[in-house]
């Protein structure tokens, strides 16, 4: 039954030991590696584990794309839990539901593929190699749900290896070492850096920083990083923070520090969450060093705005403006239309209470803020401070959000309050100035 | 039903924020501990959780006994899995045995406190207050076998966070911080390091090597450390290695690498192994470093050898030795029979098959050798090279194992295979010199 | 006399201390800098003599040309030796000539100006400011021959300060900072990098290195650096090293390290040679890390050739070559010549025996060879390999050397003597392949 | 006339290149090193300088007595001036003083060994090989005044190579590497460090700091230290500074920074000062990380009062005191006298006028203050702040200064203005307590 891939394997293993590792083989054929798991499984010991961890690690990267998915396909129904031992553990729980009996109802309930990650995460860059799987797993999971539980055990074990504890907060300036920056370069995802020469402009100032956080397995990738502004005053458009002719200030004159872009790079860590500790670790690191700032904002997209106005629009009765309104925000549908402005203005008196509305009153069926940038940051217990009509001319910032920019204000002695209200009750805590543009009845919550 | 000292942390949680912090106050009593558990727990964003982790942990350091004692027994009772969300799981799951329906039994039958241990390992400093919690909790596990499932989830979580991936290996010489080296005297566990001088000796001659496992959480405590002597030829006592009058030879001129000495220092950590990954790896980085380096093996203690022989020359039968034997062995009772040279030849002529019956025949209930150190090396993949009679003369060597010492041999090539051997049929692999003193019948593996 | 810049000054520093640094002040005016330089070397203690430093060195930056220039000027003439001074060491050495008259006498007759630069350099940042400095300087030089002395003065202390002794030899690679990597770009002298993409191709390939000297007083800026190819056997052509569709080898299957670009950094080093330490630390690096590797030879260019043969040409009765052969030889002058196969090849016949009597007799009126880059490389102590026939088709390659290049070889072994013999007989060591193109007579030392 | 120690190694040198470094050779006889020095100064390039260098460095070391005296003695006789081009420069200069006349009589002047030195820098380890060369000098000066002008040059070199621009600070604690602690604890030169324990109880406590300077060429060698504790208040004696049964306080809670020892450790670098940069770095840093520290002193012994007080006691007319007070300071001569209260009060109203006059009136023939930690302190520009009665009462604290301590503390802003006071004028500053204990007729500045 041992498939020739595996024979070769294991002969190697027992005749030379560890020399067999890094000669070319036979690549896998579908089946094969679900078998290499088997076996990697069933060893008692740790000593040959790495060796074979590292074989299917291998094997896998150099697959065709259907032993591959014959993998993670295994890895559903093949590694999930022994259901022999699990019946037996039912019972024997049901009848005398001891601790030692619920311990071994969750060991019984626990599918085998999560012991089989854990070996493969022993192989050298295991861990590297097991977030490129589940970025691949990732792309599946739309055509073929029966992975959605693989995803879940990913994720669950990636969390844990990948917990905050573990995640180191680094600088990322003009000294850093090329092979990171050429990632910022890569994986900045709200404004797009234009080549190194961009890049440089947007770390050597003076008035710009940037972090990142970093995990001991992946030494050379940052895994999410911010880009920092330092400011006087709360800026309300980015194109003059990114402006290449602007003159920068010194660190020490600046009052307010802008975080204008966050960036995840590593998509196969989706869903593992450290975004909101490094927004406030580099809060704190930057008050340290410069206790002039006194202000942390964000200037941040609204990526789901564009959207739900216009769906909004074409209902008949929108709950949040009437007939006039829509006569006035239909000027939208005209491209160039912020360019006149007598248009503009008019378009503003109804947009921005329409934007207050999106943020306050609308909510996604799950009963939380439509905006997925907003749920980030109302999630990490920032606070609404600012809309800006006509924050981002570019076409991305007209196309996904009419221009609007946000600011999201982040006040180290208020964000364990907001946090809970928005957690506990959905309450989104926003500024005065915000609240105040609701026309309507229904309570928003006040800020203290 | 909330205590005043939780009551106290929620209200400066959410009137100040996190400039509660550090701030003295009330020492836990009983059941403050579990309740700030439990907020803890229901809590479902993430940025209060890190106060509350933080809390909980200092809040336990600072307890009473009875206060700590009283968290780990709610980590039992409290913390279990919640029995009506298993019941229904148990009941979905016979209904229908989807995927879906295994995973929330799985999840149903985690206990709650892996999730709380997960989430007190985000606060600061949080493995490493854990790992003095377990350690706390192994001390108790005697006395209070119900903990033993506590246990079981703190090493679950545990080999998870310090599995070998990530591991740093790092050499420890003189040009070490002191911080670091401090911990290698104090946790030397097989040959006593008496003071700084004694440690430079064992550091510093061109012809020693010390290495230790690091994990990044812990960054200024070795986890585990083997110190090397580099030799001619495998040496048979230890003396003549310590020795402080010894010259010290040119590392390019040794061909062995001798590991004396190979220490845990975290009690916490006990069962989440890492040895033998420090071993293969040392021997890896000694060999690219120094070519000239041949062979690889240690120079070990046989702790349980004494009692071992003891016993066996008590009983009226023994399988191991006739009454000629236990005549000449009664000479072990004499103190300082070691140094009448007659007496001692005479001994050795007996001693040395027994050593080899208790490596190659004597198993344990389980089947498994009878001293721990064996176990160790031959679960790695060490084969038994030389038996050494009056190795090690101190008072340790001679009450433990009547001055025995002996030698396992790394020899990467056959490794992975004896470690199979030993692990998948129980064969301990040893050099024809030991299987040769096994006088009888049973069969002893040959080797290859 | 003194003037308000100075008095300025003076005043800050008796009245406020330190406080004064930083402050915009009037730019100094031509015989300010002087001044400051007089009141440095007048003080007795350090301890004014570092604010003193600093508001020179700073005043000169900041200062229009005139000012600087009055500085250097006055350096020449107003801070040369005491002549006063420097008549009575005299006229004491010559009544008695002691240890004692003689140390006077040399200090005496040290110019004032070393000690001012002495002081200079411990002001914060000093030593990078002199560099500059004598940059400024070497610009004058060739219209004030009056500032020959100052330069003589600042290679002896820029000597001692940037001997071999202080400086680290440094990997560069796609890991380096990227402030230091710009330079790398900017710096190349030999064959351009035309961007980040290029510095890429040059440094991530596993058969590509570079190294560079650094000082600690200078620690982001590369002194010199060298760019290597790893190949298998010894190129002939740059073109194919350069080429970015060429597919990278392993660097363990290489057997020969090619040096192809040795560029130094800081201008106002000129003559402050550490070229030769560079090659020979390198060659010690890669044999350590790398013994696979037997053969350490440069790709160069020739660029004094074209001028030299084509003045050569133009005598009446060259000594290098007869009628017939500059007939062949004016092919040269018809841009393209080289694409025609035909005149190529005659071209190489006459072109060859040229290069080998440019390289081994042809001598500059002080005795040494004629090309600047074979010097550097015989000094060395390396041997002159091979001459390659239209080894460099880039228009700097045809436009300074009609497209030759050469190999000169580092041999460890013979370096010293090959040194030797150059040093002190002027003999060029070259390969038997070189010396056999030389027609005539004239002996041309043997290789052992 | 080249002995076999020469010519062995010349041929070594040509025949087989790099490889005699590191053979066992015959020692090197008297004449040898001087024969080596002429042999490197001969050569014109530098390839073969290194070896050389290395050779005679590396021969010094392991001469006899004899043959390192030898060497010293021909830096002083044969390595002097070029007499004959002396005497040409000196005509060429008196016929026509041009600056190009100037520079070659300043070269000419200058010992033919400062070259010497500076080659021999070259070789790898050659600093530290001069800086022990020098130490040896040193202690050869006394009995041979003839190799003064050695350690001139000496001196002027390595003042050259360790100046302040070159030497970086770092704090040292118990996270620095054991091979520099050790040398911390050798040379502690003020209050000796009894073993790693004290030293650990010097560098842990949160209120305590040490920094040291190091030279990038002496990597592991701190060349002067400072130990520093954190105080409210300045203390006025050693004891409970030291006491170690005291408790830490937090860094934050203190108000005041205390400079306790000052010790260098380098011998062969005396005269090369850097002590005054290194308390003023210093300050800097601890004003930087400890905004609370408002107040920067000493607590300093006062190694030359009591030979001072008892040779001024002996004369028959003291200007300082009458004999009144001579009849109580006759006191001192009686072992444990500060032990009697009723004595040590009497002792104390002479005592302290008497030290007040050692620091402002009494003076050595150069006319400055007698105590040499006086000189350095005042020197910096710091100033007398307190005089501490029975201040150290260890054996050495009462047998060289009758127990006084005293306090010089360094404000950032007075410190130019005091050093300018000193160095120009011989002014000491002094508080007003400290100046009004002056009893008579003579002026002592005023504090402003
Ligand atoms: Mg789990
Ligand atoms: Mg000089």
């Known amino acids: 039954m041992a498939t020739s891939f595996l024979n070769d394997l294991m002969q190697t293993l027992s005749d030379r030991g560890r020399s067999w590792i890094g000669r070319p083989r036979e690549a896998a054929r579908p089946g094969d590696l679900a078998e290499l798991g088997d076996a990697l499984l069933s060893r008692r010991g740790e000593a040959s584990g790495v060796v074979l961890a590292r074989a299917l690690l291998d094997g896998y990267a150099a697959a065709p794309l259907a032993a591959r998915l014959a993998f993670l396909t295994a890895l559903a129904d093949r590694f999930g839990p022994d259901r022999e031992r699990l019946d037996r553990a039912i019972a024997a729980y049901q009848a005398d539901p001891t601790a030692r009996a619920m311990h071994e109802l969750q060991e019984a309930a626990e599918p085998r593929r999560q012991e089989l990650v854990r070996r493969l995460n022993l192989a050298p860059g295991g861990t590297a190699a097991l977030v490129r799987m589940r970025q691949e797993l990732l792309g599946h999971l739309k055509s073929r749900p029966d992975l959605a539980e693989v995803d879940r055990d990913f994720t669950h074990l990636l969390s844990s290896w990948f917990n905050r504890g573990f995640l180191v907060l680094r600088p990322i300036d003009w000294t850093t070492p090329a092979n990171i920056l050429e990632r910022i370069i890569r994986y900045e995802a709200v404004h797009a850096i234009d080549g190194w020469e961009d890049l440089r402009r947007r ?21 999410i ?3 920092v502004a330092l400011t006087n005053g709360i800026p309300r458009a980015i194109a003059p923070l990114l402006d290449s002719n602007r003159l920068p200030q010194r660190a020490e004159d600046a009052d307010t520090a802008v975080f204008y872009s966050i960036s995840n790079t590593q998509k196969g860590l989706a869903g593992v969450s450290f975004g909101h ?59 160039g239309w912020h360019q006149d402005k007598a248009i503009a203005e008019r378009v503003r008196a109804e947009l921005l209470p329409a934007a207050a509305a999106y943020f306050l009153r609308a909510r996604s069926p799950g009963g939380r803020p439509v905006d997925p940038v907003a749920r980030f940051h109302l999630g990490n217990g920032a606070r609404l401070e600012f809309l800006n009509f006509l924050g981002d001319l570019s076409e991305k910032g007209l196309s996904q959000a009419h221009g609007l920019m946000v600011n999201y204000r982040y006040d ?24 105040k543009l609701v026309k309507a009845e229904a309570p928003v919550r006040e800020l203290a």
Not at 203 to 223: G, I, S, T, W
């Open 203 to 223: 770390l050597e100032p003076a008035d710009r920083r940037c972090y990142a956080f970093f995990h001991p397995q992946l030494v050379d990738k940052p895994l």
């Open 225 to 227: 990083f911010v880009e």
């Open 277 to 335: 500790f490094l927004i406030k670790q580099v809060v704190e690191e930057l008050k340290r060093d410069l206790p002039n700032l006194k202000t942390f904002v964000t200037l941040s997209p609204v990526p789901g705005f564009a959207r739900w106005l216009d769906s909004e629009r074409r209902l008949d009765h929108s709950r949040y403006f009437n007939a006039d309104a829509k006569e006035v925000l239909s000027a939208l549908d005209t491209p």
């Open 412 to 435: 180290l002695d208020e964000i364990e309050r907001n946090h809970e209200l928005y957690a506990e009750k959905g309450d989104v805590v926003a500024a005065p100035g915000v609240r």
